[in-house]
Every structure is written in structure tokens, then in C-alpha cells.
């Protein structure tokens, strides 16, 4: 083979290197003395042995030239969301955005939202910007897949050319190769026995969504032999469709070999309130807590298990309780998380969800019996168990009626539609203010509802007008740059001058909070000038 020579593989090189990294004071360069010229020296030793070198070479075989990028069939970018995506990816390389002063937008952040618009609208990127996108995508993985998606299969060619691009090799299933569809057997079971990881998962959640049965069929085939963390990958991937005939092969994989696969196993079967483990579920937890009707008030009572047996840990009750909790209240917690909540109003004298969780629990076990009703609501996606759980926005209570935290919360509110999601929302910030909502917030629809942007302006209202310390809302303001309906910039028109500060106001609050405002209102603009240019253009009859 016809390889350039290694530099380093050369005795008259090395000896050349050496000098240079000892130093031409302590090691003369070959063929001199030590003298003020000895770096001179040294430099044109360096020269004429690189020169000899590149004499010596034999020209090799040119390189095959790569196949040509694959053809775009899709519509192109207008001009004019074009420059903007140009000015967007300029401001990420370089490094805009990182400062919360000043009134201009930070672009980093809206090149989410404009990447999933854009997708939204089926538009090919331009060719001249992919570079700049994957260095955008290759820089934050939370960009990755809309990037991917707008860059289509020249993404995983040029990735193929590019190191630093190999993520998109990763992320696009086969590598730009098309998926085959069910009804191509011998495709299909082709790919199954021998793709790669990432090939095999993308099929079979693709067969998943369109087929859930053949996907099962799929799965089982070859489960025997697969590995304990592919096993887990795959399993998961049956969450898409779950339904009842995916019960038999759930209940052989609560008697795996990998302590993982049982649990998600047995989180699978919990949700579904007709499987076998949700009723055996529900028998254990039913036989835990009941309703005392001696006393005055009824009463939830709670008798926790007082051992795990064989059967527990089968249907994915884990035994040894994490450190700091007590294995009582562990198992509890796990049984009342997996049983179906339907099951509840019968074992509790036909009582709504609403006003079972009114009811006091006695001995201190309400912290722990909600809050495994929060789990098992998230999980099993019972709204009307999550409105019970969470309580009017305005109750006083920082976790409402059910749960033990705004996180809990959060992942309650997940259960809802987005509109009721967004009024509830709305409704906790008129009564508590912003400090609490952050959280809250994130989990909301963007843009915002209406009444959600209307809240959330007003309460920053009422923190400037205050005084209020202005760097406590910083995290509530960008968010609102990002997710409030860009029709609401008209709104905050009188919020843009410097209000008059109390005396008891943070130094310089007014000038941040005009400052803000500002911002705020100079981004909505940007957002809608953003979705203006994106949408195709009218054609004329």
C-alpha cells in the first residue's frame, strides 16, 4: 500500500522532536554546535527532512468519490424563514443568548420552537445550512430530534462524511435505510435477526404502532435469546398499544431471569384494570386499607403488610425498602400504586374518588396512601383520580389533598386535557403567585390558553408593582418568552415604562422589570414574525 510515511516512525524525525521538546540550550540540533543559531538550526533541519519526506512519496489511489446525497422531495424553505433559520444557527455559534439582560430576544432558545414549526409545515432544510443545524444538534441533544427530522436522510449522509455527526447515525433507525413494512415477512424477519440494535428497536415500534400483535409476535420469538438490557429496551416498547392480549406474554416475563424486566413487566400489567396481576393487586391492597364506620367520622384505616412473601416479589413488589424508609410502609406504598383504581369506590362503601380522598386516614398513613394514589393515577392516566388527587388550584395546602409535592402535582396535571390542564394552572397562580408555578407551568401546553398568558402577565404585574425582588422571576419570565401566545404582546403594552419603586423595593427593580417587559414583548414579536414567514405561500387563482 502506497501510505505516507510516519513522521514519527523516522529516526531522523524523532531525533528532531526531542531536540525541539528539550530544547536547542540543552540538546544541540544533529550536525551543530551549541550557539545562538541552534533554533534556527534546528528549524531548517525540521524543514528539509519534512521536504525529503514528501519527495519519497508515492502517489496513491485516489479515494472512491461518495454516492450523491439523496434527493429532497420535499417542499422547499421560503426565503424568508430561511434567513431567519440563517440567523438563528449564527446567534448559537456564536454564543448569543447567554446573558438575561437587555432587551433583545435570546434566539437559542426559539430555534426549538422554530425547528417544530417548521417541521409541522413538512418543509426540506436548505442544503447550505445542515452543517451549521447538525453542529446545533450535535451541541444539544434536545435539539436532535426535530433537527434530525427537518435535515431528513442528507443528515445520515453527511453524517456518514463527518465524525462529529455520528450521533445521526445513531438516531436515524438503519441508518437511512427504510424500515420494512409488516406485510414484508421476509424483510422484516430478516432485519429482526440481523440488524443492529438501534435497527431492531425502530422496527419494532414501528411494527408496534401499526400492528400491535405482529410486534408481539415479533418479540417473543427471539426473547429467549435476547439480552437481559435488550429484553428491557423491547418490553418497553409494548407501552405503544397496550392492551388485553398482551397479557399472556407480560405474565411469562414476571418469571424473567433480570429483577428489571419483572418490574416493567408488572408496571405493564398493572395497567390494565382487567389483567389477572391487577386483580390479585387489588385483593392485597384491599385487605390493607378499608373504612372504620364506629367511629364518629368514617375513617380510612390501614393494616400494611407485615412481610413480602414469594408472590409479592413475583408480581413486582420490590422487598428491601430504600434506605431511611420503613418495609412496611414500602410494600404498602407498591400495592396501593398497582392496584386498579377502579377498584377503590366498591371496596370503600361506593364513595367517589373525590370524597374518598376527603376521608381522614388514620395513624398517620395519609401521606403514604396518597401519595401512592398520585402514582398509581399517573400511571393507570385516571383524570378523574387526578382531579380528586389535586384539589381546587386554591386550596392552601402546597401539595393539595393528594399530593406530597408541586412535582407530584405536576405529574398529575399531565393526566389532563391541555385546556383544563391550562385553567388549573391558572387558577393555583391567582392564588399563590408565581413562586410556586414554575413547575407547574413546564407541564402546560405552548403556546398557553388564553386564560393560562392572562394569569401569568398578571401576576408578574402584581411582583413588579410590588417591589418585588425582580431576579426571583427570571426562570417564569424566559418561560413565558417561550410559551406565551404571541397575541398577548399587545397586552403589555402599559408594562414597558419604569414604575415608580416603593420604598422598601429591590435597588434598580423598576429598570429590570421595564427592561424585562421589553424582552418579553420584542420576542412575541419575533415568535409571530417567525410563524408568518413559515407559512406556505398563497397561491394565486
Known amino acids: 500500500m502506497n501510505r505516507p510515511p510516519d513522521p514519527e516512525a523516522s529516526p531522523a524525525w524523532e ?11 540543552r540538546r544541540t540540533p544533529p550536525g551543530t554546535g551549541p550557539a545562538r543559531e541552534a533554533p534556527v538550526a534546528l528549524l531548517d533541519a525540521a524543514a528539509v527532512e519534512t521536504v525529503r519526506r514528501r519527495a519519497g512519496l508515492r502517489p496513491a489511489a485516489a479515494a472512491e468519490r461518495p454516492e450523491p446525497a439523496p434527493e429532497e422531495t420535499r417542499p422547499p424553505l421560503p426565503e424568508a424563514a430561511a434567513r431567519r433559520l440563517a440567523l438563528l444557527l449564527a446567534d448559537r455559534a456564536a454564543g448569543g443568548g447567554s446573558g438575561r439582560r437587555g432587551t433583545a430576544p435570546d434566539l437559542m432558545e426559539l430555534l426549538p420552537q422554530w425547528l417544530t414549526a417548521a417541521n409541522a409545515h413538512g418543509y426540506a432544510a436548505p442544503a447550505p445550512l445542515l452543517p451549521a443545524l447538525l453542529d446545533a444538534a450535535r451541541g444539544r441533544t434536545d435539539l436532535r430530534p426535530a433537527a434530525l427530522r427537518f435535515a431528513g436522510s442528507r443528515a445520515v449522509w453527511l453524517a456518514r462524511l ?72 423491547f418490553l418497553d416498547s409494548l407501552r405503544t398499544g397496550l392492551d388485553a392480549p398482551d397479557e399472556p406474554f407480560l405474565e411469562q416475563a414476571l418469571a424473567d431471569r433480570s429483577r428489571n424486566v419483572r418490574a416493567t413487566a408488572a408496571e405493564l400489567l398493572s395497567a390494565l384494570p382487567e389483567s389477572a396481576l391487577a386483580g390479585r393487586m387489588a385483593a392485597r391492597a384491599g385487605a390493607c386499607v378499608a373504612v372504620d364506620r364506629t367511629a364518629a367520622t368514617p375513617t380510612i384505616t390501614v393494616e400494611a403488610p407485615h412481610e413480602c412473601d414469594p408472590s409479592m416479589e413475583r408480581d413486582g413488589v420490590v422487598p428491601k425498602a430504600p434506605a431511611g ?28 374518588p373525590a370524597e374518598i380522598v376527603a376521608l381522614p386516614v388514620a395513624d398517620d398513613w395519609q401521606a403514604e396512601l396518597h401519595a401512592a394514589w398520585c402514582r398509581a393515577a399517573v400511571r393507570q392516566r ?3 383520580w387526578a382531579r380528586a388527587l389535586l384539589g381546587v388550584p386554591s386550596a392552601p395546602e402546597a401539595g393539595g389533598p393528594g399530593a406530597v409535592s408541586l412535582a407530584e402535582r405536576a405529574k398529575l396535571l399531565g393526566t389532563l386535557e391541555a ?67 404571541p397575541a398577548e404582546a399587545s397586552r403589555l403594552d402599559g408594562l414597558l415604562a419604569v414604575p415608580d419603586e416603593p420604598e422598601d423595593a429591590s435597588p434598580g427593580a423598576g429598570g429590570y422589570w421595564a427592561e424585562a417587559f421589553q424582552r418579553l414583548m420584542t420576542t412575541l414579536r419575533l415568535r409571530a414574525a417567525m410563524l408568518e414567514e413559515l407559512r406556505p405561500a398563497q397561491v394565486n387563482g
Do not use: K
Open 325 to 352: 424508609r420503613g418495609e412496611r410502609s414500602w410494600w404498602l406504598g407498591q400495592l396501593v400504586e398497582a392496584a386498579p383504581l377502579g377498584a377503590w369506590p366498591g371496596r370503600l362503601g361506593g364513595r367517589t
Open 382 to 384: 385516571d383524570a378523574a
Open 15 to 25: 531525533e528532531l522532536v526531542t531536540t525541539a521538546l528539550l530544547g536547542t540550550d
Open 419 to 485: 385546556g383544563e390542564r391550562a385553567e388549573w394552572v391558572a387558577g393555583f397562580i391567582a392564588a399563590h403567585g408565581l413562586s410556586e408555578a414554575f413547575q407547574l407551568l413546564g407541564v402546560c401546553a405552548v403556546p398557553w390558553a388564553a386564560p393560562l398568558g392572562r394569569a401569568v402577565v398578571d401576576a408578574l404585574n402584581i411582583a413588579r408593582d410590588a417591589g418585588s425582588y425582580p431576579w426571583s422571576f427570571s426562570g417564569v419570565m424566559g418561560l413565558a418568552e417561550r410559551c406565551l401566545d
Open 162 to 233: 463527518n465524525q462529529d455527526w455520528r450521533f445521526a447515525l445513531r438516531a436515524a433507525p438503519g441508518a437511512g435505510t427504510a424500515l420494512p413494512r409488516p406485510e414484508e415477512r421476509e424483510r422484516v424477519q430478516r432485519l429482526w435477526q440481523e440488524g443492529l440494535f438501534a435497527e431492531r428497536v425502530a422496527l419494532l415500534a414501528a411494527i408496534r404502532a401499526r400492528e400491535p400483535a405482529a410486534a408481539r409476535e415479533l418479540l417473543a420469538a427471539t426473547w429467549a435469546t435476547e439480552r437481559a438490557e435488550d429484553r428491557l429496551m
